[in-house]
């Protein structure tokens, strides 16, 4: 069954530094999505991404934040200076083009803030 | 998007069926009812999703009443793997961001 990848599984960097996540939406989805969870709370949704541009986002989502589309395979999010909240597990979502049909989400990158 | 209402957890036994029920009053016209399931440490992970009365899957049930008001979600046989938390989420799922509640943590116990 195809699945969304993500990399790295662990990010573990210092605070005030860039960092970039990775994700591989399944092949034939047009819908992206970012979502964290931080320890021990809910799901939150980031950001949703279509015909390369955002068609909305959180509040949680502010200008430290980016998401592009680079090569038509892959989907990443950007921390352009992570802060110590910024730790959560970080959850892409892709779906496809039909309406009703559900997101799939991979199994996430752990991101640590030292 | 529509409230939902789910116990907050459940205990159960390998071997037994487990259903888990979803209030949510206020499901629109248009909504669609879709369940996940997360492990720890991984990502949600779609189960079953439907409009009215009953859609089966390989994995799971799920049972929608007339007026659509409530709906569960049934676990045949559930084995110490099926310990996970279970979202219940409303709303027309078209192309919207989606909303998690708490969820309702199940313990399978041997």
């Known amino acids: 069954e195809p699945e969304v990848t993500q990399t790295p599984s662990h990010q573990v960097t210092q605070m005030g530094q860039e960092v970039i996540l990775r994700c591989v939406p399944i092949?034939?989805?047009?819908?992206f999505y970012w979502y964290r969870q931080i320890l021990g709370q809910k799901v939150e949704f980031l950001v949703s991404?279509?015909?390369?541009?955002?068609?909305?986002k959180s509040e949680i989502f502010d200008d430290q934040f980016s998401v592009e589309r680079p090569d038509g395979s892959n989907f990443t999010l950007k921390i352009r200076s992570t802060k110590l909240e910024d730790s959560a597990m970080y959850f892409c979502?892709?779906?496809?083009?039909?309406?009703?049909?559900?997101?799939?989400f991979g199994d996430g990158t752990r991101l640590s803030i030292l | 998007l529509a409230k939902t209402t789910q116990p907050i957890s459940m205990d159960s036994y390998e071997g037994q069926e487990v259903n888990i029920t979803c209030s949510h009053n206020?499901?629109?016209?248009?909504?669609?009812i879709t369940w996940y399931q997360q492990f720890p440490s991984q990502g949600p992970r779609f189960i079953i999703q439907?409009?009215?009365t009953k859609v089966t899957n390989e994995v799971a049930s799920l049972f929608i009443p007339a007026d659509r008001k409530s709906s569960t979600l049934s676990l045949p046989r559930v084995s110490l793997s099926d310990t996970a938390v279970y979202y219940c989420?409303?709303?027309?799922?078209?192309?919207?961001?989606?909303?998690f509640g708490t969820g309702t943590r199940l313990l399978v116990s041997p």
């Open positions: 979502a892709s779906r496809g083009g039909t309406l009703y049909q559900p997101q799939h």
């Open positions: 092949s034939n989805h047009l819908y």
């Open positions: 991404f279509y015909n390369n541009e955002i068609s909305e």
């Open positions: 206020n499901i629109a016209t248009n909504d669609y």
């Open positions: 439907g409009y009215k």
């Open positions: 989420l409303v709303g027309f799922t078209g192309f919207q961001k989606l909303v």
